[in-house]
Structure formats: structure tokens, C-alpha cells
């Protein structure tokens, strides 16, 4: 079955440690995009890419870094310039002009 | 930038009350909208969508969303709810950008 896998589920990093969340999609969907979810506050938009090799800085990139090396992978570096780093990371990829988009399971990213 | 207003934070109902769960966005040009949902622990599904023609939307589970251009709003409804509905709900609106903008969702407990 086709879908997105976000990986690991939960993960737990220490203050001052870059840690990378892993995407990957088997849709064959151009665009995909990382989202953080926190509690009242919906979902913001870090980054997105609409083709590989190339992405774009979302409302909250700041502390955060992207790659698209690959259409099926698009891989989120949390780094230790993001001040507020614990929460929950979604990714989601669509094939573009808005339609159809498709969003992962998630990761719980707790920083201690 | 877009923005997304979803007026209710929490709601609480008892089952069979009815629901309408308000959404208004501000771009005033061409737009795709959408209700997801997020279930306790589970991944964001999608409720319906609207891109044109009938702006009187149905999606899964009895929902359904009247899109009226000139109050710019998308309100969610569903005539009778389930305690399977407690959940929270996102609205979202697609504009000429490249990403989904999300209003900041809306917790749902439906009583017994």
C-alpha cells in the first residue's frame, strides 16, 4: 500500500544534540512537507519541496535544516539552534497544486 | 500571509447534539479548503475538501461543510454526533502558495 512512514514514532534527544527525523513516501507525489504540531497552536509549516533538489523555508525554519536528495525522502534535521525543539514533527506530500495530501504517523520529538 | 480562524478551541456535546465548528481564512482569492481530523493517538485523516461547484461539501462519517465565499468561511457540521467523534479537528486552506495553512484545530469531546 502506498503511504508515508515517519520514523522512529518517538525519540528523545538531549539539549545542544542535532537529531534528523526520517520521511519517506512511496506515492511517487512531488511535494512534500514538514509540519510541527503543538497544542493549540495547529500545524506550522518548517519546510516544503516541491521537486527534489530543491525546497523552500516554511513560517518556523528557523533551527531547523532539510534535504531532498531523493523524491521518495525528504529528511528533517532538528539542530541545536532550534530553541524550543520537543514536539510533534508531521510530514505530508501531495502531487502538487494542492490536492490529494497524504500525511505520515508522526514523531514525538521530546528534548531533555 | 494566510491565516485560518477556528473559532472554538474546545467543545464539549453530548451525543445526538449537533455540531458546526466554525472556520473563516483570510485570502481573498482562489482557495481549496479542507477539514481534517486527528483521532486520539492517530494520524491526520481527511474529512472532506472543497475545490469548486457545489459549495454544500460531504465527506466521510456524516460530515459534511458549506464553503460561502462572501463570509470567507468553510464551517464544519455534523447533524448528530457519536462519542467516536471526540477528536480534535484542523481546518485548512490552500492558497496560491505551495502549503496547506492550518487553523490552530478545535478539541471535540462528545459525552455520553
Known amino acids: 500500500d502506498g503511504g508515508i512512514t515517519q520514523s522512529p514514532k518517538y525519540l528523545f534527544r538531549k539539549e545542544g544534540q542535532n537529531v534528523t527525523l526520517s520521511c519517506e513516501q512511496n506515492l511517487n507525489h512531488d511535494a512534500m512537507y514538514w509540519y510541527r504540531q503543538d497544542p493549540g497552536q495547529g500545524l506550522r509549516l518548517i519546510y516544503y519541496?516541491?521537486?527534489?533538489?530543491?525546497?523552500q523555508k516554511g513560517d518556523i525554519a528557523e533551527g531547523y535544516s532539510v534535504s531532498r536528495e531523493k523524491k521518495e525522502s525528504f529528511p528533517l534535521t532538528v539542530t541545536s539552534a532550534q530553541k524550543n525543539p520537543t514536539a510533534f514533527y508531521l510530514c505530508?506530500?501531495?502531487?502538487?497544486?494542492?490536492?490529494?495530501?497524504?500525511f505520515g504517523s508522526g514523531t514525538r520529538l521530546t528534548v531533555v | 500571509a494566510q491565516s485560518v480562524s477556528q473559532h472554538n478551541h474546545h467543545v464539549i456535546l453530548s451525543e445526538a447534539a449537533s455540531l458546526e465548528l466554525g472556520c473563516n481564512y483570510s485570502?481573498?482569492?482562489?482557495?481549496?479548503l479542507f477539514w481534517y481530523v486527528q483521532y486520539p493517538g492517530q494520524h491526520l485523516q481527511l474529512l472532506l475538501k472543497?475545490?469548486?461547484?457545489?459549495?454544500l461539501v460531504k465527506g466521510i462519517k456524516g460530515f459534511e461543510a458549506e464553503f460561502i465565499k462572501s463570509k470567507f468561511s468553510f464551517n464544519l457540521r455534523k447533524p448528530s454526533v457519536q462519542w467516536s467523534d471526540t477528536a480534535e479537528y484542523f481546518c485548512a486552506v490552500k492558497d496560491s502558495g505551495y502549503a496547506l495553512n492550518f487553523g490552530k484545530g478545535t478539541s471535540l469531546l462528545v459525552t455520553p
Open positions: 472543497y475545490f469548486s461547484g457545489d459549495p
Open positions: 519541496s516541491q521537486i527534489v533538489n530543491d525546497f
Open positions: 485570502y481573498g482569492g482562489t482557495v481549496n
Open positions: 505530508a506530500s501531495s502531487p502538487g497544486q494542492g490536492r490529494g495530501y497524504t
